[in-house]
C-alpha cells in the first residue's frame, strides 16, 4: 500500500513502478551502491556478488514460473544449463559474440522449457512438477551421448572470454559490470511481465485454474507461457554463468541446484519480484559465510572436522526452508511489507 | 534365449525392489496426500541406521535390524511432530514443499552423523546367487522381491479393507473433509512418515545388502519414481506390477540398447516411460480417477 497523501490520479501513476520519492532515491542509492561496489570489497566478495547476480536472474524466472504462476518447477538448473551449453556452443561454434549468444541461449532455453510447460494440457499439480524432474534426467543423458563435437559431452565446454569493440571480459570487476547491467535489464523486464496482462493472466491461473478458464483465460497457453518465461530467464542466467566462469559441464546443473533454486524463492517470497532478490541474497550469503568460516570454526574445534561443517550447513538451510513453510510462507517480502504498512499507519492504526 | 531369460528375470527382481521403495512413496501419499520428494534420503538414512547398528555397534542381525526399525519409525515420527503436525489442514503445497527442504536436510544429518566417506554395508543376505539350470539370480533380490509381494499385498488389505487403512485413505482424498467427519489427520500423518521410514528401512537393506553405502545412494529414490506414477499413487498392490513392468523393461533395454544407443540410456528410460505416462494417462493404471467438469 501507498504512504498516507500519495494518490493516483493516473492510469501511469497507478500502474508506476516506482510511487514515491523515497522509493526514487532508494533505488538510485542501490544503484550507486552496485555500481561502486566492485572498488570497494576484495575480488572474493566481488566473485560472490557476481555468482548472486547470475542466481537473482535464474530465480527470477522460477519466481515467474512459481511464484506467480504456481507452476511447481524442479528442473529450473536444467533450463539454465541449456542456456549455458547453447550460449557456448553458439560462442565456439559460430563464433558469435556475447550480445548474441546469450539471448539465443536463453531462446535455446525458452523453447526447451515451452515443451515441459505444453504438458500442462494433460497434467497439473504436483504431477507437473514431476515433468520437470524428468527434464532434468533428459538433460544431463541428452548432453553426454549427443555426439561429442556438439557440446563437449562429459569433458564440458570451454570458452573464450566475452569481447566487444576489442574489449574483453576477464577480469573479475568488468565481469561483475557485464553481470549488473544484465541482470538490471531483467529485473525490469520482470516487474514489467508481471504488471502486464500476461502477469495478471499467470497470478489468476496460480489462485484458480478452473475459475480463470471461465473467465475465458487460456489456461494451458498461460501455463506453457509461464515455463516459456521463466525458462528464458534461465537460459540468460546459464549464458551469463558460461561466460563468467568460462567452462560448462553438466554437474554444474543438477536437480540439488534446482531445489536450491526453489529454497531461494521460498525465503524471499512467493510472489514478489523483489522477493526473488532478496532470497538469492540471503541463502547465497548463509551459504558463503559457512564456506568462509568453516576454515576457522573447524580450527576452533579440530575434533568435528571440515566435513561437518558443510554438512552442517545443509542441515541449517534446510531447517531454515522448514521453518519458513510452517511459520512464514510467505517469506521474508511478507514481514518486510507488514513492517513498512505499520510504520507508514503510525500512529493511527486505522 | 538364456541371456534373454536372465535379462528378464533379473529385471523383473530389479523392478519388485524399485516397487518397495516406490511403495514408501504411495504409503506416505495413501495416508497424508503429501508427495514425498526426501523418499531417496529416508532410504538412506535407513541403511545407514542399519549400518550403525550392525557394523558400527556390532549387534548380531537378529536384534541389530529390529532395532534399526524401531529407530527409523522413530525417526518418522520425530519428522511428523517438528515438521508436519503443525501443517495439518494446510495446503498441501507447504506440505510438499517441506519435503524439499526436508531433502536438503536429512543428506545434511547423514553427513554430519555418518560422514561422506563410503561404508560397506553389512551383508544380510548370502551373497552367493541362486542358480537354477543356467540362470543367475541374486539371492537378496529374490528374497527382497518375496518380502516385497507379501508387504504390497499386506499393505493393500490394510489400506482396502482395515477401519483404520480406510481412514486414512480418507485424509489421503481431502483433509478438510477428513477432518470435518471427525478423523484425526495428525495421527494418519504420523503413521504415513513411520511407515514411509520403517518401508524406506527395509528397501534399504534389500538394495544394499553386501554393496557400498554413502550418501549418493539416494538417487534410488528418483529412480522408483517412475514406478509409483506408472501404478497411480494410490494404489499399492498395484505398485508391484507396475515395478515389474518397469524393471523388466529396463533390464532389457540395458542389455539390447546400450550398446547401440552407447551410454545409459537404461537409467534415462524409466523417466521416458514416465514422461509417456504423464501424457497419456497421468493417473496411472490404477491411481483414482477424480473427476473434474471443466
Known sequence: MDPAGVFATSFERDQALIRTRGQCVALVLLFVALVILPHVLGPRLVAISTNMLIMAVVVIGLQINMGYAGQINLGQAAFMGVGAYATGALAIKFNLPFWLSIPFGGCAAAVFGFIFGLSAVRIKGFYLALTTIAAQTLFHFLILNLPQSWFGGSNGLTLEPAQIFGFSFVSETSIYYLCLAVTAAMVFGAYGIVRSRHGRAFVAVCDDDVASGLMGINVVRTKATAFLIGAFYAGIGGGLWAYYVRFVAVDQFTLFHSIWFIAMVIVGGLGSITGALIGVFVIKAIQESFVTLGPSIVAQFPSLGGDVVFAMMNVFLGGIIAAFLIFEPRGLMHRWNILKRSYRLWPFPY | ?294
Open chain 2, 1 to 294: 534365449m538364456i541371456d534373454f531369460v536372465n535379462y528378464f528375470i533379473n529385471g523383473a527382481l530389479v523392478g519388485l525392489l524399485y516397487a518397495l521403495i516406490a511403495m514408501g512413496f504411495v504409503v506416505i501419499y495413501r495416508a497424508s496426500k503429501v508427495f514425498n520428494f526426501a523418499q531417496g534420503e529416508l532410504v538412506v538414512f535407513g541403511g545407514f541406521i542399519v549400518w550403525w547398528m550392525v557394523a558400527s555397534l556390532g549387534l548380531p542381525l537378529s536384534i541389530g535390524i529390529p532395532l534399526a526399525f524401531v529407530a527409523a519409525a522413530l525417526f518418522g515420527l520425530l519428522i511428523e511432530r517438528v515438521f508436519f503436525s503443525r501443517l495439518a489442514g494446510e495446503s498441501v503445497f507447504a506440505m510438499v514443499m517441506v519435503t524439499i527442504g526436508l531433502l536438503i536436510l536429512i543428506r545434511g544429518l547423514i553427513l554430519v552423523l555418518f560422514g561422506p566417506q563410503v561404508r560397506s554395508f553389512p551383508i544380510i543376505f548370502p551373497l552367493q546367487p541362486v542358480i537354477i539350470g543356467e540362470i543367475l539370480i541374486p539371492r537378496s533380490l529374490l528374497i527382497g522381491g518375496a518380502i516385497t509381494v507379501i508387504v504390497g499385498f499386506g499393505l493393500s488389505w490394510f489400506f482396502n479393507r482395515t477401519r483404520a487403512g480406510l481412514r486414512m485413505t480418507a485424509v489421503a482424498e481431502d483433509h478438510q473433509v477428513a477432518l470435518s467427519m471427525g478423523i484425526s489427520v495428525k495421527r494418519s500423518i504420523a503413521f504415513a512418515w513411520i511407515l514411509g521410514a520403517v518401508l524406506s528401512t527395509l528397501g534399504a537393506i534389500i538394495f544394499l545388502s553386501g554393496k557400498s553405502l554413502n550418501f549418493l545412494a539416494s538417487d534410488i529414490g528418483l529412480a522408483a519414481l517412475p514406478v509409483a506414477l506408472l501404478a497411480g499413487f494410490e494404489a499399492i498392490a498395484g505398485v508391484l506390477l507396475a515395478g515389474l513392468i518397469v524393471g523388466i523393461i529396463q533390464g532389457l533395454v540395458t542389455a539390447y540398447l546400450d550398446p547401440i544407443v552407447g551410454g545409459a540410456i537404461g537409467t534415462v528410460f524409466p523417466f521416458i516411460i514416465m514422461l509417456l505416462i504423464l501424457f497419456i494417462r497421468p493417473t496411472g493404471m490404477f491411481g483414482w480417477k477424480t473427476i473434474e467438469r471443466v
